[in-house]
């Protein structure tokens, strides 16, 4: 079975510029999370959803940052303009929520995102 | 206060040792307790999850829990060199979030 899948691995651009990391979750799976990974941070969670449907972004440091998920199979985050404080690593995870389930999360390989 | 605190090491044990690994949470409401190991430039992989209090036993891994403490515990018996990593413990606080510690690295020596 397929993991959490991400694209880009790798992203480099400059300061300005617009970014868009995408994330396909696990099938079956209906919470998903996207994270933020800096040595100085630690893990950050910015937004998860649960059956598409937003439901707690305050993560999301500021108004440049957006996140959708126009379906159960696809999400993306996405920094307009992009600064060099958000190079970053960003993780998305998918978790089966449901009755039974304890809240287990899956995490894909990331996206390492340098903006210069 | 942070809401999910971890020692960041580093912990150096030798081969063979047992490796403890400890977490205190601040959300007596808390409800699932999670570990994750985080290899040097990888994602985090679960290694376990406990919800009730006691022990769990997996193979060489080991979660503690004692809710009134707010005291999550990892013991990894007979540690090997390829369980170098960070271990990073997670708190679901209630519906769907879950925090993460910033994590504790582990050194293993042969």
Same mark, same amino acid.
């Given at each position: 079975?397929?993991?959490?899948?991400?694209?880009?691995?790798?992203?480099?651009?400059?300061?300005?510029? =617009?970014?868009?990391?995408?994330?396909?979750?696990?099938?079956?799976?209906?919470?998903?999370?996207?994270?933020?990974?800096?040595?100085?941070?630690?893990?950050?969670?910015?937004?998860?959803?649960?059956?598409?449907?937003?439901?707690?972004?305050?993560?999301?440091? =500021?108004?440049?940052?957006?996140?959708?998920?126009?379906?159960?199979?696809?999400?993306?985050?996405?920094?307009?303009?992009? =600064?060099?404080?958000?190079?970053?690593?960003?993780?998305?995870?998918?978790?089966? %929520?449901?009755?039974?389930?304890?809240? =287990?999360?899956? %995490?894909?390989?990331?996206?390492?995102?340098?903006?210069? | @206060?942070?809401?999910?605190?971890?020692?960041?090491?580093? $912990?150096?044990?030798?081969?063979?040792?047992?490796?403890?690994?400890? #977490?205190? +949470?601040?959300?007596?409401?808390?409800?699932?307790?999670?570990? +994750?190991?985080? +290899?040097?430039?990888?994602?985090?992989?679960?290694?376990?999850?406990?919800?009730?209090?006691?022990?769990?036993?997996?193979?060489?891994?080991?979660? @503690?829990?004692?809710?009134?403490?707010?005291?999550?515990? $990892? $013991?990894?018996?007979?540690?090997?060199?390829?369980?170098?990593?960070? +271990?990073? #413990?997670?708190?679901?606080?209630?519906?769907?979030?879950?925090?993460?510690?910033?994590?504790?690295? $582990?050194?293993?020596?042969?």
């Amino acid at each position: 079975d397929a993991g959490v899948i991400q694209s880009p691995r790798h992203e480099v651009t400059e300061m300005g510029q =617009e970014v868009t990391l995408r994330c396909k979750p696990i099938s079956g799976h209906n919470s998903l999370f996207w994270y933020r990974q800096t040595m100085m941070r630690g893990l950050e969670l910015l937004i998860y959803f649960n059956n598409n449907v937003p439901i707690d972004d305050s993560g999301m440091p =500021e108004d440049r940052f957006s996140a959708k998920m126009p379906n159960a199979s696809f999400s993306t985050l996405k920094i307009q303009p992009s =600064e060099p404080r958000d190079s970053a690593v960003y993780f998305c995870a998918s978790s089966p %929520f449901s009755r039974g389930s304890f809240g =287990e999360q899956f %995490f894909g390989p990331g996206t390492r995102l340098t903006v210069l | @206060q942070k809401e999910v605190e971890q020692n960041s090491g580093p $912990l150096s044990v030798p081969e063979g040792a047992i490796a403890s690994l400890n #977490c205190t +949470y601040s959300d007596r409401g808390s409800q699932s307790f999670f570990w +994750y190991r985080q +290899y040097s430039g990888k994602s985090p992989e679960l290694i376990m999850f406990i919800y009730s209090n006691g022990d769990k036993e997996d193979g060489r891994f080991t979660a @503690q829990l004692n809710k009134a403490s707010q005291y999550v515990s $990892l $013991l990894i018996r007979d540690s090997q060199p390829s369980d170098s990593a960070t +271990y990073l #413990c997670a708190v679901r606080t209630g519906g769907f979030k879950t925090i993460f510690g910033a994590g504790t690295r $582990l050194f293993v020596k042969a």
